[in-house]
């Protein structure tokens, strides 16, 4: 049996003994072997017909794969690692237990950088290069979130360039002018996640002018990233929440940019189906490795998504809130993406179809407006279920609009603003911030 939709809908047609493909117009049927398991219809997503798609290093995931540590390092030439981390996972006895599965293999790090305060900066960055160097280290190992492994990158870059200070670099948002492989360097993320241990970007906050910065370098994220659920069971429910909150703005926002493409889409859609189903379990049931382990493949998978699909207007508000009013970025992305989606749902009809299905609201039977609306309420009830209930009137914000437009100013001069589907003018940047509060 088969079934040609016109209009571009897209059939999957499961049956039988045979295996066939027909096509008209654009309209598809494809018949698979293996029984008839299921039909769903979908429209094909549009998408620029040019894109690149990045995705270098290995990632490594097992329970307890701090173990394999030595040996990858080894593998890469290098035995004298500087570990950069912050002093919360030391007092959470987290980045000991990378430290300790190395000295067990044999390996002494070389210096040892836990000065990461939230968010990669300039200072931080400059200090930890100088100890790269005075102690001799031969590669990285980054432990920790997105500000940790972030630094990382921005220390390797610096490296690479044989300078000391990050400033210069950081006011350019691009840096694949003569870039050249760096030192060997292994990203262990203990949150799920930012995705940094995949993406070739890192943002940096630049004190002295109050702004994040996204700078892109194309051999600046980890050769290899180590994912190890067990080193993520410390996490606090709240920024187990915040954190996996983050990932999920990126699969979203990454679904929906002006930037997305099939294989993005293909990582993007999948991590929201994972992450609506393990996050609120990560949150309840902190020791539940499954879920753990579910969170940071999900969050990787986002992050390979956004670093080729960029994001969108949530991002960029959400880089602007960290900046002005220091809130942490996750929740800042769980505050605003609500609000964002609904502004966003009319502009890719198409893709909130596909996102309802991954996040288990609708069959995709009904109407392009029920399937948008229900992925913003199933958004609100899943912060809801994670505990996630602020608003921006809990972080002290002006509420005189006039007050309002740095805010508004720096979100509009962000990059990822221009990746959103539908555009933004100043008043709706605005309007957006309002309803948050
Ligand atoms: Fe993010």
Redesign the pocket.
Known sequence: MSQLIPGGLFLLNYEVGYLKASRQGSGFTILGLGGYINRMTFQMPQFDPFFTWVNRGRILYAPGARSEIAFELGQMSADKPLIITDKGLVKAGVAQQVVAALEKSGVRPAGFFDSVVQDARIENINEATRLYNDSHADSLIAIGGGSVLDTAKAVNILLGKGLSDFKPLADQAALWEDAAPLAPHIAIPTTAG?GCEVTNVLVVLDDSSQSKLSVTHPYCNADLAILDPELTVMLPAKITAFTGM?AL??AIEGVTSSAAQPISDALGLHAIRIISQALPLAVQEPDNIEARGQMLIAATMAGMCFCNAMTGAT?ALAHALGALYSIP?GLA?AIMLPFVMEFNATETPEKYSLISQALGVSSGEETDQFRAMACVNAIKKLKMDIGLTDTLKDFNLPTDPEQLSGLVELAAGDSQISYNPRSLEDADILSLIMKAF
Do not use: E, K, R, V
């Open positions: 930012t983050d703005t990126h991002h970025h992305n």
